[in-house]
């Protein structure tokens, strides 16, 4: 992960890249690797740094960014990223598979 990153940003190319490793399978690979819960913490503390593009063309912390179609479907998930800025929301050119 760290070699596709420059500075902890994760362009739209590079999402794409990486998509198929994220699946819905990851965590239970993760937990057959018999990693310690604190090996998992720092891989997920580490993931929450990866900044992302935003609408305005800045980059943000993935963590700190809406989606614009969230993943979960929520209807007030929807609702914020509509009336949110552009520098909190995610960029249109990241394909919906790779968020």
Partial sequence: LEELLEDNYLSPQSAEQICSVFD?????LLS????????VERFKDKL?????????????SVK???????????QDEELVAQFAPEAVIASSQYDEQAI
């Fill in 24 to 28: 819905g399978k990851f965590d239970k």
């Fill in 32 to 39: 057959k690797k018999k990693a310690t819960q604190e090996q």
């Fill in 48 to 60: 929450s740094e990866i900044k992302v593009l935003t609408e305005n063309g800045g980059h943000r």
């Fill in 64 to 74: 700190e960014t809406l989606l614009r179609q969230p993943v979960s479907h929520e």
